[in-house]
């Protein structure tokens, strides 16, 4: 089955740091674009980076720039978005999501189509 599965949801504290993974099922990620969204309650879905699988380029929100930080692992069928310093403000549920059509992240990263979505992981950041 060709999806994607997320991983490492879950609640922190402020200042601490969470890891989430982003797991190809069914196929690999070799020429995809992968971009993490997120989406608070009564917020619109938020862009918050995006990884070029072959070539290895980021780009990031500002929002958490300094922060997050997106990476894939040797084998290219896993996707992290490693998440310092989080606050309340960071509380949402994350998603991952495989372009393959422009697969680079150039401008309009975060309004393209999308092949796969993941199932989203909720990020709690709470005293």
């Known amino acids: 089955q060709v999806q994607l599965v997320e991983s490492g949801g879950g609640l922190v504290q402020p200042g601490e740091s969470l890891r989430l993974a982003c797991a190809a099922s069914g196929f690999t990620l070799d020429y995809y674009a992968i971009v993490w969204f997120r989406q608070a309650p009564g917020k619109e879905r938020e862009g918050v980076s995006c990884i070029s699988i072959i070539g290895g380029s980021t780009d990031y929100a500002d929002s958490v720039k300094g922060r997050f930080t997106t990476s894939t692992n040797n084998a290219k069928d896993t996707v992290y978005l490693q998440m310092n310093s989080l606050n309340p403000e960071d509380t949402a549920v994350y998603y991952c999501?495989?372009?393959?059509?422009?697969?680079?992240?150039?401008?309009?990263?975060?309004?393209?189509?999308?092949?796969?979505w993941g199932q989203g992981a909720q990020v709690t950041v709470s005293s």
């Open positions: 999501a495989a372009d393959v059509r422009v697969g680079t992240c150039g401008w309009g990263w975060t309004i393209r189509t999308f092949d796969y």
